[in-house]
């Protein structure tokens, strides 16, 4: 198990490859549909992104005696934000994406060009993920884009995730798609001759 | 139906969805123990196995749903002839309401046109309701909540097709399971087990592959050539490497349901279903009084 700890270096994060299994502890922003489509349209973000992580999460969030307690915080599919997320990487210099599900072409090109790694959490897992949250440090756009879509500012601890897509080039996605294909072929030209 | 039995069944309701969206049936978390005793230590198939277990026993014990996508809901009711099942829906629905606020299920349930959610999960189409009469004197619920991500990667072939070169026969359905395995790959939240129709129209095909994960996990089909079809399928879908979440691994799924249905003679559709590993299926014995007499999973 590796440990990846605030501040995210450019250095710490390309010596991660894919496969690897890291927990996070450290500053994570959430950010889903609306934020990567507004970031897109070239609006600021309200908090620097540098060497931060994007979290592909919508987390359920209450008000417990005046503090947000996050209740469910599992990933979102990721390859929603394939259009913008390489921009977002390359204009606003973050150094991780965490969701489930993978991304595509143009986002392994970005985390090799610019030094970024996509960290797949365990898709469902709302329990877990929420308990590796220890604080709600601050919340931006609430009022503009709804609970689910807002930024949220997460202080996590031993956040479990894999890393698919690492800054080299690699991606396990495309890897077990390949490997997995070959094994189809080999399983279909079996069927029928037994 | 007095209004004070509305409101007791009602209560059993919202507490039979409550069961369904924070424990997973015991058949399930079964079936995740023996996947991750198959998977190699410190493997990434055992990394994401242990969270998934972890978050089984968490969810339980708060109370709180396993995921956040709280999903479809289908709700699957026998209901004794003397009551009145029109009134007994809108109890269900009305049900479904409480438990939203309550937060047992999440707001769910969005109008394809506005893209607006009324915060309900009530609207055209959501609950799925299957309601039926019979001739027992108690009531019978089952409810199974439904993810998003692995409704998404389900897959309908029409055979032949000739992309997989799968011709109308038991081999050419075979193709299909296998096929629609690879297409998933991870993104349907696997370890997952796969409802399947043989046959049926568009429809009726898809509808049935629902009914097959009322199924538990370890039962055997009642027709030894699906049955035959289900080991063999489970057993090389295993042997693609995909693996929990699509990390890689042995345990690609959990189980494979199959059924057939009549079909035209024009036409020959293979249906699969994808259910993630947030299997949620409950269901329970309901005595004419509303009261839940015994949990059947
Ligand atoms: S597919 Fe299942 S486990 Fe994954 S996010 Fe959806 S409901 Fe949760």
């Excluded at chain 2, 339980?60 to 956040?68: G, I």
């Excluded at chain 2, 003397?82 to 349930?109: H, P, W």
């Excluded at chain 2, 057993?235 to 009549?262: D, R, Y």
Aim: glycine share 10%.
């Amino acid at each position: 198990m590796i440990q990846l700890s605030a501040p995210f270096t450019e250095e710490k994060i390309r010596s991660l490859k894919v496969g690897d299994m890291v927990e996070i502890t450290g500053l994570v922003f959430t950010g889903r549909d609306a934020i990567h489509k507004w970031l897109h349209d070239g609006n600021e973000p309200p908090v620097s992104l540098k060497d931060g992580i994007i979290y592909h999460c919508g987390p359920v969030v209450m008000k417990k005696k005046g503090q947000w307690v996050v209740t469910a915080a599992g990933p979102t599919t990721s390859i929603r934000e394939e259009p913008y997320q390489a921009g977002i990487i390359e204009k606003h210099g973050v150094r991780a994406v965490i969701g489930k599900g993978g991304m595509g072409e143009k986002t392994r090109l970005a985390c090799q060009k610019f030094g970024c790694v996509y960290l797949h959490a365990v898709g469902g897992a709302a329990q877990v993920l929420a308990e590796a949250i220890k604080k709600v440090r601050d919340v931006h756009l609430l009022e503009k884009f709804g609970s689910p879509e807002a930024i949220w500012e997460l202080e996590v601890e031993a956040f479990p995730v894999v890393v698919t897509i690492d800054a080299h080039g690699n991606s396990l996605h495309k890897d077990i798609e390949a490997e997995s294909s070959q094994n189809l072929a080999q399983l279909m030209a079996q069927i029928g001759k037994k | 139906m007095t209004s004070s039995l509305q409101k007791k069944l009602q209560e059993t309701f919202i507490e039979i969805i409550r069961k369904t969206s924070a424990e997973l049936p015991q058949d399930v978390v079964d079936a995740v123990v023996e996947g991750l005793e198959r998977e190699a230590k410190e493997s990434r198939g055992e990394y994401a196995l242990k969270i998934i277990q972890k978050n089984i026993e968490l969810a339980k014990k708060k109370s709180q749903p396993l995921c956040q996508d709280t999903g479809s809901i289908l709700f699957y009711v026998h209901y004794p002839r003397k009551l009145d099942g029109e009134l007994l829906g809108k109890v269900v629905k009305k049900a479904v309401v409480a438990a939203t606020k309550k937060g047992y299920l999440r707001q769910n349930s969005v109008d394809s046109l506005t893209g607006q959610n009324n915060g309900t999960n009530v609207g055209p189409g959501t609950p799925t309701l299957h309601i039926e009469p019979w001739k027992k004197d108690h009531i019978e619920v089952k409810l199974m909540l439904k993810g998003g991500g692995c409704e998404n990667v389900g897959a309908q072939y029409s055979l032949p097709d000739s992309r997989i070169g799968a011709g109308r026969d038991l081999n050419g359905v075979k193709k299909c399971i296998l096929d629609a395995v690879q297409q998933a790959q991870g993104k349907g939240c696997g370890p997952g087990v796969l409802g399947v129709t043989i046959g049926g129209d568009r429809a009726t095909g898809y509808l049935a592959t629902k009914e097959q994960f009322l199924r538990k996990m370890k039962d055997k089909n009642p027709n030894p050539v699906l049955a035959k079809l289900e080991d063999e399928c489970l057993n090389e879908a295993n042997q693609l490497g995909i693996g929990p979440m699509g990390f890689g691994g042995k345990t690609t799924l959990m189980g494979v349901k199959v059924g057939a249905l009549n079909r035209l003679p024009a036409s020959y559709f293979v249906s699969v279903s994808y259910m993630c590993w947030a299997y949620r299926r409950q269901g329970a014995k309901v005595s004419a009084r509303g009261e839940i007499q015994k949990w059947l999973y």
